[in-house]
């Protein structure tokens, strides 16, 4: 527990996030869900045309500069009446010409669920997903939707039950028959997320026939970003070196760290190709000045890698 009071109280996770809880009664809910959704930018330009209405506000109500009672607001709606706008949509709330685009009645439309038509890439229980075709298919069609493309793993993903060409013809005919259960305005198409082997060569050959557009090409390998903390700025010309090795193994494998000046730090990325042990890995970090000389080791450590993402 970090702090508590009448309202309000912040508590620590044991992840290390922090969770600030607000409480307050359901008529004052408008201003409080304005006051924590809007950007600090936008609150500002809030309570900028609240002074000029004569006003204060914060996330309990409204207050008249020359005394009076509150004006509070049980809905956001409410809030925005008061300030003479029409209701700015969570997602808008920057500071970003939403408020001048407000006052002419002139914000943009949102994407929202009800103009999504497809899903393009579904899994099924074919690989490593929860649901049928048929299951995903129906749920597709209480949304909405006109098609849907299930696009499971191919062969080399076998962490993830990926089709062989076999069970990929198979899936071909399952999707036929369930499609034939649907009328025309609605249709299931066949891909698959296809596997960049390290050779560069895709799963399946060119001669597997999928519909157009359902091939999704991936490459899945073990990915970790981690920075170096000891490095914090390129001061001097270095060249930072990862090493990694599983610990049943001898082999170490040596990358280059990356100083991204951006970010204002080194980092590095390790890759792990898919045929590779999960398990535990055996890190350590090294930097050489610019004449090859060893200057540090900066940091080691272990990491557990669990699943190839």
Same mark, same amino acid.
């Given at each position: 527990?970090?702090?508590?009071?009448?309202?309000?109280?912040?508590?620590?996770?044991?992840?290390?996030?922090?969770?600030?809880?607000?409480?307050?009664?359901?008529?004052?809910?408008?201003?409080?869900?304005?006051?924590?959704?809007?950007?600090?930018?936008?609150?500002?330009?809030?309570?900028?045309?609240?002074?000029?209405?004569?006003?204060?506000?914060?996330?309990?109500?409204?207050?008249?500069?020359?005394?009076?009672?509150?004006?509070?607001?049980?809905?956001?709606?409410?809030?925005?009446?008061?300030?003479?706008?029409?209701?700015?949509?969570?997602?808008?709330?920057?500071?970003?010409?939403?408020?001048?685009?407000?006052?002419?009645?002139?914000?943009?439309?949102? $994407?929202?669920?009800?103009?999504?038509?497809?899903?393009?890439?579904?899994?099924?229980?074919?690989?490593?997903?929860?649901?049928?075709?048929?299951?995903?298919?129906?749920?597709?069609?209480?949304?909405?939707?006109?098609?849907?493309?299930?696009?499971?793993?191919?062969?080399?993903?076998?962490?993830?039950?990926?089709?062989?060409?076999?069970?990929?013809?198979?899936?071909?005919?399952?999707?036929?028959?369930?499609?034939?259960?649907?009328?025309?305005?609605?249709?299931?198409?066949?891909?698959?997320?296809?596997?960049?082997?390290?050779?560069?060569?895709?799963?399946?050959?060119?001669?597997?026939?999928?519909?157009?557009?359902?091939?999704?090409?991936?490459?899945?390998?073990?990915?970790?970003?981690?920075?170096?903390?000891?490095?914090?700025?390129?001061?001097?010309?270095?060249? $930072?070196?990862?090493?990694?090795?599983?610990?049943?193994?001898?082999?170490?494998?040596?990358?280059?760290?990356?100083?991204?000046?951006?970010?204002?730090?080194?980092?590095?990325?390790?890759?792990?190709?898919?045929?590779?042990?999960?398990?535990?890995?055996?890190?350590?970090?090294?930097?050489?000045?610019?004449?090859?000389?060893?200057?540090?080791?900066?940091?080691?450590?272990?990491?557990?890698?669990?699943?190839?993402?």
């Amino acid at each position: 527990m970090l702090g508590s009071g009448p309202t309000k109280s912040s508590v620590l996770l044991l992840n290390g996030l922090q969770v600030d809880l607000r409480v307050l009664p359901s008529d004052r809910w408008g201003t409080l869900l304005s006051y924590f959704t809007g950007s600090k930018n936008h609150n500002v330009r809030l309570r900028e045309l609240a002074l000029k209405l004569g006003y204060t506000l914060n996330e309990h109500a409204f207050t008249a500069l020359e005394g009076g009672d509150e004006i509070r607001c049980s809905s956001e709606d409410e809030l925005y009446e008061l300030l003479g706008l029409p209701f700015i949509p969570a997602v808008l709330r920057e500071d970003r010409g939403e408020i001048e685009a407000a006052i002419k009645s002139n914000l943009p439309e949102l $994407v929202t669920s009800h103009n999504i038509i497809s899903d393009l890439h579904m899994h099924s229980t074919w690989s490593d997903g929860k649901l049928t075709i048929l299951e995903m298919a129906r749920a597709a069609l209480d949304r909405g939707f006109q098609h849907i493309v299930i696009s499971d793993h191919s062969a080399s993903l076998g962490i993830a039950n990926g089709l062989s060409q076999d069970r990929l013809r198979s899936q071909a005919d399952e999707i036929a028959e369930v499609n034939q259960m649907f009328g025309p305005d609605f249709r299931i198409l066949h891909g698959t997320e296809m596997e960049i082997r390290a050779d560069g060569n895709l799963d399946y050959p060119d001669d597997v026939r999928l519909d157009p557009g359902g091939t999704i090409p991936r490459g899945h390998k073990a990915r970790m970003y981690s920075k170096i903390h000891d490095v914090e700025t390129p001061s001097v010309d270095l060249t $930072v070196y990862i090493s990694y090795k599983h610990q049943l193994s001898s082999t170490w494998v040596m990358e280059t760290a990356t100083y991204n000046p951006t970010w204002g730090f080194w980092y590095y990325e390790w890759n792990i190709p898919p045929e590779a042990e999960t398990g535990l890995y055996d890190v350590k970090v090294e930097a050489y000045d610019q004449d090859g000389e060893y200057v540090s080791e900066i940091e080691n450590g272990e990491y557990e890698v669990v699943n190839f993402v």
